[in-house]
């Protein structure tokens, strides 16, 4: 997930502001393409239930006799314990920037925002090459104490379901960080002053005045965090965990029982609802009433001494642990390996990834202001009812959309080369899943949220007045959508072209498999270089995603220093 995707996982509030001057006066073309758009990208969440529910060989008693409950359980695990140690990361670090001044409380603000730059599969390839056995921890350890091999004494697993609680909580606790220090921030100043004034200290402020008005932020940044642990491949596979994505690929590719991963597919889909249902209602309460004056900010309370320095220690543990032993590791791979730069591979992958992510990103956006205008336009309810399901795609884990488009997809891929055979004579191969067309379907499926955010969110912005000026010039809907909101909406739509580009870079599961035979991508590459145990080729391809992700995180930190008050 993206920097500013965090309010955009709940489904959006209804329409209004802008479009609200041009309601009714758009043509029917508009309404049926907002139709057409949200079949589209609702279209494969159906067919993963219809899969699910039809299959052609129904093996579920099978899976819950075997696999099931093995899946289910990892799955679990790993989800409350990346939910529960973000949260305490999360919280903490955001009460301390907040709160107090300690020595570098300024910067570390800001780079405890940098883990969001990492995908968190690099985040595991870096942590298992540095405490492997031959990584320059225990080599370290031998040297300094004499010992001659592993036998010689203990060091924990560093491939293990609690390594992959680690990776995955460094990698994100900024959901729940950003989330909560604008709880945080948002409260007047007066209630701590009221709470130190009648004897609290500082552990019992926190516990007792910020803790419980900032819960539903923290519950919301904790419930996006499983989500996006439910959803993750690279870690799992990596370090050789079960989870329900890893039984999607294992019972798809490996079995070759399509009803089967999608049977497994939609028990993700009820965890993810789950998740996102409570997400929602967390959010619900997050607001609380409070004075129509401007409420006092808070001041922040100097530390000083050994507690200054622990509060140092303790926001730079989370952001040296999920940015800098990341990018220190593959950096060192990188350097080593000068030659790994100038591989035709790399050059192929980075092509292929500029491509696919930036026509993909262009067709989401294009899709959100059609949709969003179109619905901004009409009266009718269709519209209107099927814009918040288009942001259910953004909750659908890739390995699960990938299973609702590729089944479909090939089914009409064969037909079309079947009726193109008996017209011409000749045989046109598979035109959809043959092709990148299925990974960009899919990147507009799953992203389509985050355009349609920013997209929302800029119609609002613009007054009612402006369209309607356009509406007596002579202008119809379609000439005050590019004369009028276009160019005042410029900045939103960058911002969304690139959130959209950088989460398309990043995307895994989806990509591996959807692609077309021996087409790489960047993300697809590294995780192919890291399995083989090849940090040395993966690392120019994890560097140039991870130079992608610190542009959004670059947004992210411009969008917030222009909003703080």
Known sequence: ????????????????????????????????????????????????????????????????????????????????????????????????????????????????????????????????????????????????????????????????????????????????????????????????EVARALGAGPWAVFWRVGLPLARPAIAAGAAISMMETVADFGVVDYFGIQTLTLGVFSTWLEAGNAGGAAQIALVMLAAVGMLLAFEKHSRRRARYHGSARQPRPVVRAPLQGARAWAATLLCAAPFGFGFMLPVLVIGRHALANPNSWFGPGLARALGNTLAVCGIAAALTVIAALVMVYGTRLTGRRLPRTLLPLTTLGYAAPGAVLAVGILIPLAALDHRIADAWLALTGTDPGLLLTGS??????????????????????????????????????????????????????????????????????????????????????LATRVHEKASLENLGDAAPAALLVMAVGLAAVALLARTNLRDRP
């Open 1 to 192: 997930m993206c920097p500013e995707q965090i309010s955009q996982v709940s489904l959006p509030a209804p329409l209004h502001g802008a479009g609200e001057a041009l309601r009714g006066q758009g043509s029917p073309g508009w309404s049926l393409a907002a139709v057409l758009i949200a079949a589209l990208v609702v279209g494969p969440l159906l067919a993963v239930g219809w899969i699910a529910l039809f299959p052609d060989e129904n093996i579920w008693p099978h899976l819950m006799a075997t696999a099931m409950p093995r899946y289910i359980t990892n799955t679990a695990v790993l989800a409350f314990g990346v939910g529960g140690l973000a949260a305490a990361i999360g919280a903490g670090s955001a009460w301390l920037v907040v709160m107090y001044r300690f020595p570098f409380s300024g910067l570390l603000e800001w780079l405890l925002l940098l883990p969001l730059a990492i995908p968190a599969y690099v985040g595991a390839y870096a942590l298992a090459d540095f405490l492997d056995y031959s990584g320059p921890v225990q080599i370290a350890l031998r040297e300094a104490f004499g010992w001659q091999s592993a036998r010689d004494y203990w060091f924990p697993a560093a491939r293990s379901r609690s390594m992959a609680v680690l990776v995955l909580a460094g990698a994100l606790y900024p959901y729940v960080y950003l989330l909560a220090r604008a709880a945080f921030r948002e409260l007047s100043g007066g209630s701590y």
């Open 436 to 521: 990148a067309a299925a990974v960009v379907l899919a990147y507009l499926v799953r992203f389509f949220a985050v355009a349609e955010g920013a997209v929302d969110g800029a119609f609002g912005r613009i007054s009612p007045s402006l369209p309607m000026a356009a509406r007596s010039l002579g202008r119809n809907a379609t000439g005050a959508l590019r004369e009028v909101y276009l160019p005042l909406m410029r900045g939103s739509v960058a911002s969304a072209l690139l959130l959209v580009f950088v989460d398309c870079v990043k995307e895994l599961p989806a990509t591996m498999l959807l692609r077309p035979f021996n087409f790489e991508t």
